[in-house]
């Protein structure tokens, strides 16, 4: 139950009765907090752009030699292990 009461009071106490903000109210809002920011340096993003990849790559990797492990493993099961030559 505290809660719940928790949780109206702080509804009354934002004085707000809408709930909503203006356009221009939530505009200033997105820039204020895209000021804050920390955006990385090109050498940073050159780094992690390098780092993703090699990382996609591995992974792709992975998942083809998977791929191609089951595909060959289903093939035997389904013909018995017998080649056709």
């Avoid at 356009?23 to 997105?30: E, G, I, K, N, S």
């Avoid at 804050?36 to 340096?41: E, I, M, Q, Y």
């Avoid at 050498?43 to 191609?68: A, E, S």
């Amino acid at each position: 139950m505290a809660d719940g009461n928790a949780v109206q009071d702080r509804r009354d106490s934002r004085g707000d009765d809408r709930g909503r903000t203006s356009p221009a109210t939530f505009l200033r809002q997105v820039v204020a907090e895209l000021r804050k920011v920390v955006w990385p340096t090109q050498q940073q993003l050159i780094t992690y752009f390098f780092v993703v990849l090699v990382f996609v790559i591995v992974m792709m990797i992975l998942v083809t030699v998977l791929d191609l492990a089951f595909g060959k493993l289903v093939f035997e099961l389904f013909t018995g292990g017998s080649s056709v030559q």
